[in-house]
């Protein structure tokens, strides 16, 4: 499809076509692009960039959970936001010239040419498939809320093993679906031969993380939990697996092993998650906040007002339901705690000037605390000048980076911002809300929550493709 509207406005806004080439296409082989979950790729697109095909699926995505309540009476919250955010559009994985998606409505993983739209192969499960698939040496990687994790061959799609995840195939009705006890909503992370993922959204029945064999699917170990379910995007770093936990912070195991570490401290909730070397930042809790969470502080090094982030460079990118937000990332880390640390302080001092009869020893301590109080202002109009840009941001559903390009999806559009400055350079029309993003091979890939996916890419990709 060619949009036959364009408007250029010199110094601004493209809408329609989007000015795009390709610089040193990039897969992008598992959702938000790798394992930290960064959602950055260096791929850069140039050129003018135009819808070439969208897929649509006859039926919406059906998300495991409904919305939350629209307020929280006990602690007088209103505007909730939703922490079980992670399937409300089929979001995909790119390799080569291969699309590939799962689908919560049909059951089933599609492999579309990524040039043409043209389907591939499909296979089918027995259950809502509801996070992107990962594929990595020409196997792809899936599991559904059937209990089973599949591995498939990228080519055609023939199932190379399966495994179940619980210990007997048990179903039971869930949002309107049949469900496994065990149903696979963490993704399937791949390292160094070794499938990793979680199975089971019901901690009274168990939920076990597994590391599985990737060439015969057979069991390298098994761990059981019974405190928290498993859902949201696994991370992992080197020796760390990452599973967020819904309503809840997420649980850090190590790798080799599965054996559980820790759980994040901060404030936030929620099945969002990135890592930043060994900070992981997750969110957004009820009211839109991400916390940062580093191993070995028994507290949060920092959080942001926001319902997403990008770190690229020294900068954080913080996106908000209206604004985009461009940060000196360690700047401001490092005054958020340094405030956090005088506040606690300063709060413990209150409790103590309560409990004190002395006017004398009162009055030293009320000097303390306005010495505290002073830092603490200065320390706050320092967190204001972390802030290197700030922008209004209309599309606020999810975020990405490629190349020096900033993408948001929105409601019937993605918007593209310029990341020196943060400035709305184009609009690309879609049909929904833009949930899901990808950048790779010289193609924008959006999902919404109509059940399409649309392919963005120009010309000057297309000639030096056919050449």
């Known amino acids: 499809m060619n949009f036959t509207r364009s408007l250029f406005l010199v110094g601004g806004l493209f809408t329609g076509l989007a000015f795009c080439t ?6 992008w082989p598992t959702y938000y692009h790798d394992y930290s979950r960064s959602g950055v790729t260096s791929e850069s697109l140039k050129g003018y960039l135009e819808e070439k095909w969208a897929w649509k699926s006859r039926y919406r995505p059906q998300p495991a959970w409904d919305e939350p309540a629209k307020w929280d009476g006990w602690h ?6 939703n922490r079980q955010e992670y399937d409300k559009a089929f979001h995909v994985a790119i390799v080569g010239d291969t699309v590939f998606f799962g689908s919560s409505v049909e059951d089933k993983v599609y492999a579309l040419n990524s040039k043409t739209g043209e389907e591939l192969w499909r296979f089918y499960m027995e259950g809502p498939v509801r996070l992107a698939p ?3 040496d020409n196997k792809v990687y899936v599991g559904a809320d059937d209990g089973f994790v599949y591995c498939l061959n990228s080519a055609d799609g023939k199932l190379i093993w399966k495994k179940q995840t619980g210990t007997e195939d048990r179903r039971v009705p869930s949002n309107g679906r049949l469900t496994s006890l065990w149903a696979i909503r963490t993704g399937v992370v791949v390292m160094d031969d070794i499938a990793y993922f979680c199975g089971g959204v019901f901690p009274s029945e168990n ?3 597994f590391a599985l064999n990737t060439d015969s699917g057979e069991e390298v170990y098994r761990e059981a939990m019974t405190d928290f379910p498993a859902q949201g995007y696994m991370l992992a770093s080197g020796d760390r697996l990452y599973v967020t936990t819904g309503r809840h912070r997420p649980l850090v195991f190590e790798r ?11 404030d936030s909730t929620g099945s969002y998650a990135i890592l930043n070397n060994d900070q992981l930042i997750y969110g957004p809790g009820i009211t839109g906040t991400v916390s940062i969470h580093s191993e070995g502080q028994e507290t949060q090094l920092a959080s942001f007002e926001g319902n997403h982030i990008l770190v690229t460079g020294e900068l954080t990118l913080v996106h908000q339901d209206k604004k985009l937000v461009a940060i000196e990332h360690q700047k401001y880390v490092d005054t958020f705690s340094k405030r956090a640390k005088l506040l606690q302080r300063k709060k413990q001092l209150g409790k103590d000037l309560k409990k004190l009869k002395e006017d004398e020893a009162k009055a030293k301590l009320q000097t303390e605390i306005d010495q505290l109080s002073q830092g603490i202002d200065k320390l706050s109009e320092i967190l204001k000048e972390c802030v290197v840009w700030e922008t209004d941001c209309d599309h606020p559903f999810t ?6 390009q900033i993408y948001a999806g929105g409601l019937n559009e993605v918007g593209v911002y310029d990341l020196s400055k943060g400035r709305l350079r184009l609009i690309l029309p879609v049909e929904g809300a833009a949930y899901g993003l990808a950048v790779a091979n010289g193609r924008l ?3 919404t929550d109509r059940g399409n996916v649309h392919s963005f890419g120009s010309e000057d990709e297309e000639v030096a493709a056919s050449k």
Do not use: C, H, P
């Not at 007088?76 to 936001?81: D, E, I, T, Y």
């Not at 080799?256 to 401290?265: I, L, P, V």
């Open 22 to 27: 390709v610089s040193s296409g990039e897969d």
């Open 76 to 81: 007088r919250v209103f505007g909730l936001k």
């Open 134 to 136: 990962t594929v990595v």
């Open 207 to 209: 939920v076990y993380l």
């Open 256 to 266: 080799s092993t599965g054996k559980r570490m820790y759980q994040a401290d901060g």
């Open 399 to 404: 975020l990405i980076q490629s190349g020096n």
């Open 445 to 447: 890939v959006v999902s």
